[in-house]
T-cell receptor, first 111, second 114 residues
Framework: QKEVEQDPGPLSVPEGAIVSLNCTYS??????FMWYRQYSRKGPELLMY????GNKEDGRFTAQVDKSSKYISLFIRDSQPSDSATYLC???????????FGAGTRLFVKA | KAGVTQTPRYLIKTRGQQVTLSCSPI?????VSWYQQTPGQGLQFLFE???????NKGNFPGRFSGRQFSNSRSEMNVSTLELGDSALYLC?????????????FGPGTRLLVL
């Protein structure tokens, strides 16, 4: 079993839709949960991170972590064509010095 | 401030050859991590270096090795290349490896093994 599971998609939505991206994880030692965005031919860039459980909002983006169910979510409101990218969820344990990524979900937002 | 740079950006090799990839971290960053990205497996952790010491290693065969120099630049080497080594190799740098918000990725080196 992979430590972080993520549906690779692809996911296609119309412009303006609410997008829900989800992951599950199995490593209870994870303290940080992150979402990265990766455009074609680029390296991943950190979008948001959450420490432990809870919600975090940044503009159109909301990240949620439920440690009881080991579930990680990212919501994108009013999606734009510029949001079209691969979104990677990840977990991090500060004692391990390594980030464990999900497979990434390819998102297409159609104008 | 310059970002993480990786050289070369593209590389074509044949089976059995070896390859060395280079990563220059952001100035002041002392931690460098390497990842392999493939369509089937996603991003997989290779190893992490801090102050020339490997602190963690992923589940890759011994053909994959790395090192870090005193100026924090890092190299990774893959010997006896196999077709399955074709991938995007990414490095990420951070101040000390513990701050998520300071981890930045380079653009990657795309390796094709024929």
């Amino acid at each position: 079993q992979k430590e972080v599971e993520q549906d690779p998609g692809p996911l296609s939505v119309p412009e303006g839709a609410i997008v829900s991206l989800n992951c599950t994880y199995s490593n209870s030692a994870f303290q940080y949960f992150m979402w990265y965005r990766q455009y074609s031919r680029k390296g991943p860039e950190l979008l948001m991170y959450t420490y432990s459980s809870g919600n975090k909002e940044d503009g159109r983006f909301t990240a949620q972590v439920d440690k009881s169910s080991k579930y990680i979510s990212l919501f994108i409101r009013d999606s734009q064509p510029s949001d079209s990218a691969t979104y990677l969820c990840a977990g991090y344990n500060t004692g391990g010095f390594k980030t464990i990524f999900g497979a990434g979900t390819r998102l297409f937002v159609k104008a | 401030k310059a970002g993480v740079t990786q050289t070369p950006r593209y590389l074509i090799k044949t089976r059995g050859q070896q390859v060395t990839l280079s990563c220059s971290p952001i100035s002041g960053h002392r931690s460098v991590s390497w990842y392999q990205q493939t369509p089937g497996q996603g991003l997989q952790f290779l190893f992490e270096y801090f102050s020339e010491t490997q602190r963690n290693k992923g589940n890759f065969p011994g053909r994959f090795s790395g090192r870090q120099f005193s100026n924090s630049r890092s190299e990774m080497n893959v010997s006896t290349l196999e077709l399955g080594d074709s991938a995007l190799y990414l490095c990420a740098s951070s101040l000390d490896g513990t701050g998520i918000e300071t981890q930045y990725f380079g653009p990657g080196t795309r390796l094709l093994v024929l």
